[in-house]
């Protein structure tokens, strides 16, 4: 069983920046894919990026990309999303997720994620 838990969100201000972390235990086979969404109040669940864990590979969402960075730390077992030039807009409940069904979607889609974490809230005032 994977088990994820998120850190590191927090309140800033527009234009500012944070890290998430996702702590995750359980086989690495079964964690192959791991990614980071968001939800706003009132909105649908949104993939923000992912990483192909044994290589490395990235995909980000196209109303982050240049501003995040998704990375992983293996000998930790921590996934990050570095978010910088935040906008209020930006403001979510932050989600880790994790597969080992693919990785290669041209999309993220929460019904190809298995095991989620709790989420994070990061807030973005103006």
């Known amino acids: 069983q994977v088990q994820l838990v998120e850190s590191g969100g927090g309140s800033v201000q527009a234009g500012g920046s944070l890290r998430l972390s996702c702590a995750a235990s359980?086989?690495?086979?079964?964690?192959?894919?791991m990614g980071w969404f968001r939800q706003a109040p009132g909105k649908e669940r949104e993939g923000v990026a992912r990483?192909?864990?044994?290589?490395?590979?990235?995909y980000y969402a196209d109303s982050v990309k240049g501003r995040a960075t998704i990375s992983q730390d293996n000998a930790k077992n921590t996934l990050y999303l570095q978010m910088n030039s935040l906008k209020p807009d930006n403001t979510s409940l932050y989600y880790c997720?994790?597969?080992?069904?693919?990785?290669?979607?041209?999309?993220?889609?929460?019904?190809?994620?298995?095991?989620w974490g709790q989420g994070t809230q990061v807030t973005v005032s103006s």
């Open positions: 997720a994790a597969t080992n069904r693919g990785c290669n979607w041209p999309n993220m889609k929460t019904r190809d994620f298995d095991y």
């Open positions: 359980g086989a690495t086979y079964m964690r192959t894919c």
């Open positions: 990483i192909y864990t044994p290589a490395g590979t990235t």
